[in-house]
């Protein structure tokens, strides 16, 4: 399997402008879970997904960020319009949610946005 | 809250064991511990988990303590590929399946 697979690696844009961030999960995984990483907060989780659908966003700092997943391997975190304070690590991950290996969270190697 | 302490950092040498201790003094009776860790610049991976007896794998060895308020990720034979942030997490039972990280323990090793 190629494992979590996120895209791009790496973006930089203008604040103000659209981000769209994508992850592709392992086949099979049906929870899905966007994180945060920066100097400051370390590691965040945003958003979850179990079966598609959203389970707790709690985490998403704003109305300017959403997350979609519109099948079991898609999922897309768009952040607008996006500002400097944004610039992060996303990364994405999943797991299969039942059976022995249903603790164990697979991640990306994670998409480095810069808003300048 | 992320619900662990670990220390901020440790040194090991190459192929030497390596004791990375977490406190998790608020952890109820069916939550799980869990061990993830970064290597630079990737996504963290999983280690090892456990609920309470001491767990092996190909990785590390996790030792619980009786009262399971404390725990000891084990590396038998460091190497440099080990250098990483190791996070000791306490998931609770409810599996939601959330992850909530804390600082965790960033672990050098000297050849």
């Known amino acids: 399997d190629a494992g979590v697979i996120q895209s791009p690696r790496h973006e930089v844009t203008e604040m103000g402008q659209e981000v769209t961030l994508r992850c592709k999960p392992i086949?099979?995984?049906?929870?899905l879970f966007w994180y945060r990483q920066t100097m400051m907060r370390g590691l965040e989780l945003l958003i979850y997904?179990?079966?598609?659908?959203?389970?707790?966003d709690s985490g998403m700092p704003e109305d300017r960020f959403s997350a979609k997943m519109p099948n079991a391997s898609f999922s897309t975190l768009k952040i607008q319009p996006s500002e400097p304070r944004d610039s992060a690590v996303y990364f994405c991950?999943?797991?299969?949610?039942?059976?022995?290996?249903?603790?164990?969270?697979?991640f990306g190697a994670g998409t480095r946005l810069s808003v300048l | 809250d992320a619900k662990t302490t670990q220390p901020n950092s440790m040194e090991s040498n190459e192929e030497e064991p390596v004791h990375l201790p977490c406190n998790h003094s608020t952890i109820s009776g069916t939550d799980y511990i869990h061990w993830y860790r970064q290597l630079p610049s990737q996504g963290p991976e999983y280690v090892i988990h456990?609920?309470?007896s001491n767990v092996n794998n190909r990785m590390a060895s996790l030792a619980i303590a009786e009262d399971r308020k404390s725990s000891t990720l084990i590396l038998h034979r460091a190497t440099l590929r080990d250098a990483a942030v190791y996070y000791c997490i306490h998931m609770e039972s409810s599996n939601t399946g959330k992850l909530i990280f804390g600082q965790g323990t960033t672990l050098q090793v000297k050849p």
């Open positions: 086949s099979g995984h049906n929870s």
């Open positions: 997904f179990n079966n598609n659908v959203p389970i707790d």
């Open positions: 991950a999943s797991r299969r949610n039942r059976g022995l290996a249903k603790n164990i969270q697979y």
């Open positions: 456990g609920l309470t």
